[in-house]
């Protein structure tokens, strides 16, 4: 009830709560941003994101911006993209990046794992047609390995090329002369980083952040 009484005003932020994962501080925390990034306009349009810092150096930064604008990241069995979102999308998007809680069971852990790929899967999927190249999948590897901290860029764009030859070799070995190669399926991407700690690797700095610079 406490909760509650610290967002008056915000009855929707419960909603929002569950439907993303956030607590009610981190919704306001998440609203003021998305406020000041839509310099206090209802939605965000694409130019927006140009002034997040944190994206400037991103490698797969188009992508990353890309993923808030595709409908299939909104919960809702979309198809295709928009031009601008409200608050709701933006937050839905943002809990893809959200850390599983420590208090989660198993079952759940493998499920926001599972999600998390999907969302990371969409992100290179950009046609929409099921599967993504192995380019695509090298990208995918070198960046995640690029994030664990532990290896240079130049060791992990090795090790990404590595995977994606060992790949190639797999998948075309077990094809016909006549057959052609159409890429890596969703369930095929989930066996490939079935070694990957995703979990807390898909993150951006959003949420550490000086609030009182926001306050009005």
């Known amino acids: ?72 990241n909104f919960h809702q069995n979309g198809d295709g993209t928009v031009q601008e979102i409200g608050f709701e999308e933006f937050l839905v998007v943002m809990a893809h990046f959200r850390p599983p809680s420590l208090h989660m069971t198993e079952d759940q852990r493998e499920a926001v794992r599972k999600e998390k790929l999907r969302f990371l899967f969409n992100m290179h999927d950009t046609d929409n047609d099921g599967t993504i190249t192995l380019e695509e999948y090298r990208h995918v590897v070198e960046e995640l390995l690029s994030r664990s901290g532990a290896l240079g860029k130049e060791t992990a764009k090795t090790i990404a090329d590595a995977a994606m030859l060992e790949v190639a070799s797999i998948s075309m070995g077990h094809m016909e002369p006549d057959e052609f190669y159409e890429g890596i399926t969703f369930e095929h991407f989930l066996k490939l980083l079935s070694g990957f700690e995703i979990e807390s690797k898909m993150n951006i700095r959003f949420l550490n952040m000086d609030t009182s610079t926001l306050c009005k």
């Open 1 to 72: 009830m406490g909760a509650l009484q610290c967002q008056p005003g915000h009855p929707e932020y419960v909603d929002l709560a569950e439907k993303t994962g956030f607590s009610f501080e981190q919704i306001g925390i998440l609203h003021k941003r998305f406020k000041q990034l839509s310099h206090n306009q209802a939605t965000l349009r694409r130019d927006h994101f140009n002034e997040i810092p944190d994206l400037a150096c991103n490698p797969i930064r188009s992508q990353i911006i890309e993923a808030f604008f595709d409908t299939r």
